[in-house]
């Protein structure tokens, strides 16, 4: 019978933030957690136990974005309140703005080598910035809608946008124009994201699916329906042979992809799953959710293929007709929905020892959003409200 540590466990929970956490990202040394939220702060969780976090304040709205630059010496964050910040995550908090767009930002993302900064906004433009000069450099204006996420690839050469108008557009970085354009059939995409290897993209939508485009033949490879309701949230792992997904319906789906199989469910969150992520190594995730709670999960399943875990598992789960050919080749894509035989967990945590770390407060006073403004920004969150 299998070992429970095969499964992804979850290892600490950390409460810091006073609303819905929106989104997070590992620092590449492994060693920081950093979290932005609606309640206008962002956190730098330090990974060693009984450590203490930093909350950094200096927004004025909403934090819809985080990442950390390659190098792990700067966090970017995009905010409602249509700027982007770039801070050092340390003890000072220093930051500095860049007064980004003309409405809301909505994502924010480094170029591998750091240089080039990305973001997303619902004034319809994707923007490129320069990190070390602190400036705009130019903008990417074929979407007619909000654009809601926005992604170098690993080279650096393209750009993928995606947002309300229901397209995912790949641009060409060298000559600033979209090269080609995939749509949801009329839904709003949420979220795009690259493979490690650059050869192929995700896209999620309001209606809950998921694709994967092949970019060297311009094909759909893959099409999964396995939650319940929209997905806020998805990234690959660095190895490409599995994706893990955040959505409205309160869980985070684990999907092997080289299977084309959804294999586990977990259960940890209390409401909306806003963020998942997983570190640079592979080796750790995180979840982000509106019950104000950074969930820190160990992977364990990454060592194991789908068939082993299958095997060892029969006692709670079945397998389930091998996949289509042609979910590994790109002439037919076969819809993946939800199967009875999923991996369900519903973790305990296996170390609070540092639940709730000493806090520093950083930055600036900011005021809390009232309790009205919070249940339209938590549902504009997850979706545009109708």
């Not at 924010?108 to 923007?127: C, E, I, N, R």
Request: aromatic share 8%.
């Amino acid at each position: 019978m299998a070992s429970v540590m095969e499964d992804p466990t979850l290892e600490r929970h950390f409460k810091g933030h006073k609303d819905a956490v929106t989104s997070a990202d590992f620092n590449p040394n492994s060693k920081q957690l950093a979290s932005g939220s609606m309640d206008k702060t962002l956190m730098i969780w330090n990974l060693a136990p009984k450590s203490r976090a930093f909350r950094l304040l200096g927004h004025q709205d909403a934090i819809t974005g985080v990442q950390f630059s390659p190098s792990g010496r700067l966090v970017a964050t995009s905010s409602r309140d249509r700027t982007v910040r770039l801070w050092t995550p340390s003890i000072k908090g220093d930051s500095t703005v860049l007064r980004a767009h003309t409405a809301a930002v909505r994502s924010v993302s480094f170029s591998t080598d750091g240089q080039k900064l990305l973001t997303a906004s619902d004034d319809k433009s994707v923007k490129v910035w320069s990190v070390q000069r602190q400036r705009f450099i130019y903008s990417l204006n074929q979407h007619t809608d909000w654009v809601r996420w926005a992604r170098f690839s690993p080279d650096g050469r393209l750009v993928a946008s995606c947002g309300d108008d229901g397209s995912v557009r790949l641009w060409d970085v060298s000559t600033k124009h979209c090269i080609n354009c995939f749509t949801h059939l009329g839904r709003s995409a949420s979220c795009v994201e690259f493979s490690s290897s650059g050869s192929c993209i995700a896209s999620s939508a309001a209606d809950s699916s998921l694709k994967i485009w092949d970019l060297r033949t311009n094909k759909l490879i893959q099409h999964y329906q396995v939650h319940s309701a929209g997905i806020n949230s998805f990234s690959f792992h660095p190895s490409n042979k599995y994706l893990i997904s955040g959505s409205n319906d309160s869980t985070v789906k684990i999907l092997d992809l080289l299977e084309g199989r959804l294999i586990y469910t977990l259960h940890g969150h209390k409401g909306i799953v806003m963020s998942v992520v997983f570190s640079r190594s592979g080796d750790l995730f995180a979840s982000g959710g509106a019950d104000s709670q950074v969930l820190l999960w160990r992977t364990n399943f990454d060592s194991r293929c789908y068939q082993d875990v299958l095997q060892q598992h029969s006692w709670r789960s079945s397998p389930d007709p091998p996949p289509h050919l042609s979910d590994i080749h790109p002439r037919g894509p076969h819809l993946h929905q939800p199967q009875p035989t999923d991996i369900q967990i519903s973790p305990t945590v296996a170390d609070t020892r540092s639940t709730e770390p000493a806090v520093i407060e950083l930055g600036q006073s900011v005021h809390s959003s009232t309790k009205d403004k919070h249940l339209y920004d938590l549902r504009e969150a997850a979706g545009r409200p109708s």
